[in-house]
């Protein structure tokens, strides 16, 4: 069996290759990227990346996975910094507040997200890890809804699924203009305030 170290070793190596991958991709688009000149980014030998990837998709894919994990290992962070006390719409906003991207990684992961939309079409792989959950997400937001309205904070007028959707969409969009530096995190964090103070009664 492998020691521990060589595993983490060989993952260190994976994941090196992976933010070569991303660095390309940021300047020149996925589709463009090689695996030669991922090597050459990465510093290593053609063969090594041939080692840990069979084909350039394989390497791709890894590369997204890689940068989903990562975020999501920072929203958990982020939750476990809240009081015991939490209720769902403390963890629906400390997860928006991640995704607006304050943090320079999920900066990148938000590029790196949308650098592989044009591959989403026609790979069910890269399709489940950029859309997989968000009905999960919009079903949570809603329940979040549904509580405030119940709790006489939110209109009863609201729809929630609608409003859910609308919650996600804003916070994506958000995103998306805080990683391509088209607007300040401070303005991303207001808006998205701004709009769920009024829809939850906060």
């Known amino acids: 069996m492998p020691r521990s170290v060589d595993i983490e070793q060989h993952e260190r190596r994976k994941s090196d290759i992976a933010r070569a991958v991303w660095r390309l991709a940021a300047g020149s688009g996925l589709e463009s990227v090689s695996m030669r000149e991922v090597a050459a980014e990465a510093q290593v030998s053609m ?10 998709d394989a390497m791709l894919l890894f590369g997204l996975q890689l940068a989903q994990q990562r975020m999501e290992a920072r929203v958990v962070q982020r939750l476990e910094r809240l009081p015991e006390s939490v209720d769902d719409e403390d963890v629906l906003r400390a997860a928006i507040e991640e995704m607006l991207g304050e943090d320079p990684d999920t900066r990148q992961a938000i590029r790196v997200s949308i650098a592989y939309l044009p591959r989403a079409s026609g790979d069910a792989e890269i399709a489940d890890l950029l859309f997989g959950d968000d009905a999960e ?23 929630p699924d609608r409003e859910a959707r609308i919650i996600w969409s804003l916070a994506s969009s958000l995103g998306i203009e805080v990683a391509f530096g088209q607007t300040s995190i401070h303005e991303a964090r207001t808006t998205m305030h701004y709009y769920l103070d009024r829809t939850l009664g906060r």
């Open 137 to 159: 997400l919009h079903a949570f937001a809603a329940e979040v809804v549904r509580a405030a309205q119940a709790e006489h904070r939110a209109s009863p007028e609201l729809v």
């Open 47 to 56: 063969g090594r990346v041939q080692y840990y990837f069979r084909n350039k």
